[in-house]
């Protein structure tokens, strides 16, 4: 199985401050295709997952442009440039270049 | 916008059986493959499961492969999860989720189903 380790596990910011979390995979992400199979997701308290970027650095609909993604191979980062109240959560990131799917562990974002 | 509704949840003592559902609404149910996705309490998220838009092809993570059974029917919009010989470890708040080949990902999840694995 391909294992995504993400750091850090936890992060307190304050509002308007920006963000980075990292997430490294056992193997590189890159298929033959072209594209690099690797996400981002945030779930707030008591919510689902939502997604907020795909192949690395494709903001989803709807994503305000403080979210940024990028990367290569086996290791991405993931940027928010001013942490927001509502950016509170966990932050997880996915591969599925290769069953099964494998999440990092979670990294979660309170604010100070 | 695609809507999906869990359904199923409940408390089952180990070694039996329960059937998740999951409802969804719109057109787009029948065009894309869909998966089952796990968090046991206080825990990040597992990948369970995909079937593909046509129920042809089905992939397990090996620690349900032989007892869950992932299955759809696109003329209800309605995906299942038919999970036997239930372990403690089993319990989870049970997530459907939707692939999308415009973003490659899950692009739409539902609420989610608690199961509680216990005697």
């Known amino acids: 199985d391909v294992v995504v380790t993400q750091t850090p596990l936890s992060l307190s910011v304050t509002p308007g401050q920006p963000a980075a979390i990292s997430c490294k995979s056992s193997?590189?992400?890159?298929?033959?295709?072209?594209?690099?199979?690797l996400y981002w997701y945030l779930q707030k308290p008591g919510q689902s997952p939502q997604l907020l970027i795909y192949e690395v650095s494709n903001r989803f609909s709807g994503v305000p442009h403080r979210f940024s993604g990028s990367g290569s191979g086996t290791d991405f980062t993931l940027k928010i440039s001013r942490v927001e109240p509502e950016d509170v959560g966990v932050y997880y990131c996915m591969q599925s270049i290769q069953l099964p799917w494998t999440f990092g562990q979670g990294t979660k974002v309170e604010i100070k | 916008q695609v809507q999906l509704v869990e359904s199923g949840g409940g408390v089952v003592q180990p070694g039996r059986s329960l059937r998740l559902s999951c409802a969804a609404s719109?057109?787009?149910?029948?065009?894309?493959?869909m998966h089952w996705v796990r968090q046991a309490p206080g825990k990040g998220l597992e990948w369970v499961a995909v079937?593909?838009?046509?129920?042809?092809?089905?992939n397990y993570a090996d620690s349900v492969k032989g007892r869950f059974t992932i299955s759809r029917d696109n003329s209800k919009n309605t995906l299942y999860l038919q999970m036997n010989s239930l372990r403690v470890e089993d319990t989870a708040v049970y997530f459907c989720a939707q692939y999308s080949s415009v973003w490659t990902a899950l692009g739409y999840w539902g609420q989610g189903t608690l199961v509680t694995v216990s005697s």
């Open positions: 079937i593909s838009y046509d129920g042809s092809n089905r």
């Open positions: 193997q590189s992400l890159l298929h033959s295709d072209g594209k690099t199979y």
């Open positions: 719109g057109s787009t149910f029948r065009r894309y493959a």
